[in-house]
């Protein structure tokens, strides 16, 4: 009989070989992230892969929703607030409704478990709408959830928020760095992929993907649709509360105006840029939209930008001609140590090119999942005349 090591490591590669082949380079990227580069960086850097990080996992929870079971949601934000309330309304001592703290570790999955709950509480109104209609509604929920919150002030404290956290502790030591912190988002984003991805290969994920495809025809075939669609809003919720819990008492401060329709459709960007159902695809969408953004206020991005000043005297010398020669009068480029600060205070001007450019050439996302490509490109041939040519 093997002994529980020998067993022990059977299961282990047992584990990593049942793992998508796409998705074994992904796990050795997180792991190195986590082990090799945290101590080259300081904490101004760490708090915006804190960020990028705690944005995949949103993504990864947002992609179930959409990329795989095909529901446009744009409340999302709401279990993101839900996880991150139920962590500060337990775990602040300016709380109103709660008299001292209660253990970090038990509010974690409490927070997951409730999001899991309000995911089913907003499908089941939901479950016949589809499309347009189903975003508007979810809009709205996300909505009344942040008002809510707002107007609580005897259990949320309205606009004034819930401060002073508890930081999570293991074993008497005290979670504080922001290396800390970005080691727990980066564990729960692992988890998180791990999960959906196990989920995405699974009869779970192949009826997602038939409903997404064709909701009737899956209905059709035997697929209790409302029964996946509820787990789809679960999944997607209880990882998009996993995300608030962490979040909360990272940032030491919990606020509705941190929860705003604008968190939702930055998640929700970012998975169409990537590529829906793609998990390599969430993590370059939070790269290029949530990460570059950051990057470009940093100090040393400014620094870099400052050495183009001579590309910003050309470029001016040539807008000057333009302005001689046309009754156009066309404005010259800033100091080019603003130019981060400019692009990063006009990204949304970016998100909405990028948007439209990845629409026309990558429709379906920069990194889409394998099979969803596939889908594509075989909608587009039957799309064709009998002749293959247009």
């Known amino acids: 009989m093997p002994s529980p090591a020998a067993r022990w490591k059977d299961a282990r590669a047992a584990s990593w070989d049942r793992l998508p082949s796409a998705a074994r380079p992904l796990a050795w990227l997180i792991l190195s992230l986590v082990v090799l580069f945290i101590p080259f960086f300081d904490d101004v850097w760490m708090r915006m892969f804190f960020l990028v990080a705690l944005y995949v996992t949103l993504g ?40 001292g703290t209660v253990n970090y570790w038990v509010l974690l999955p409490a927070a997951v478990g409730v999001g899991a709950l309000f995911g089913v509480l907003l499908g089941l109104p939901v479950l016949p709408l589809r499309g347009d209609y189903l975003a508007i509604v979810t809009l709205g929920f ?6 809510l919150l707002l107007n609580m002030d005897n259990i ?43 989920l995405r290969d699974s009869r779970v994920g192949r009826a997602w993907e038939a409903i997404r495809e064709d909701e009737d025809v899956a209905a059709a075939m035997g697929i209790n649709t ?23 008492p990272f940032i030491d401060f919990v606020a509705p105006q941190s929860f705003t329709l604008q968190v ?55 807008i000057d001609g333009l302005n001689g020669l046309s009754p156009m ?18 990204r949304f001007i970016v998100f909405g090119a990028l948007l439209v450019a990845i629409m026309i050439v990558r429709p379906t996302g920069l990194f889409p999942s394998r099979r969803r490509e596939m889908e594509f490109a075989q909608t587009s041939d039957a799309e064709l005349p009998a002749g293959g040519t247009v």
Do not use: H
Request: net charge negative.
């Open 60 to 99: 990864i929870g947002l992609n179930v929703v959409v990329g795989l079971a095909g529901l446009l949601d744009l409340g999302f934000v709401a279990f993101f607030a839900l996880g991150a309330y139920l962590v500060a309304i337990f775990d602040s001592p300016v709380s109103p409704a709660v008299n």
């Open 226 to 248: 409302v029964k996946y669609k509820l787990m789809a809003f679960a999944t997607g919720a209880s990882i998009g509360a996993l995300g608030g819990a962490i979040n909360a």
């Open 329 to 346: 009068n066309l404005a010259k480029l800033p100091p080019a140590d603003e130019w981060g600060e400019k692009l990063a205070l006009y």
């Open 142 to 147: 996300g909505e009344i959830v942040r008002i």
């Open 264 to 318: 939702s459709i930055n998640v929700l960007a970012l998975v169409i840029i990537g590529g829906m159902g793609s998990t390599q695809g969430v993590i370059a969408g939070a790269l290029i939209l949530v990460g570059v953004p950051e990057v470009l206020q940093f100090e040393e991005t400014a620094n870099l930008l400052e050495k183009l000043g001579w590309l910003r005297d050309g470029m001016n010398t040539a």
């Open 156 to 198: 949320t404290r309205g606009s004034s928020g819930l401060y002073e956290l508890e930081k999570p502790a293991v074993a008497g030591y005290r979670v504080d760095a922001v290396s800390e912190f970005y080691v727990m988002i980066v564990i729960a984003a692992f988890v998180a992929w791990f999960a959906t991805a196990r």
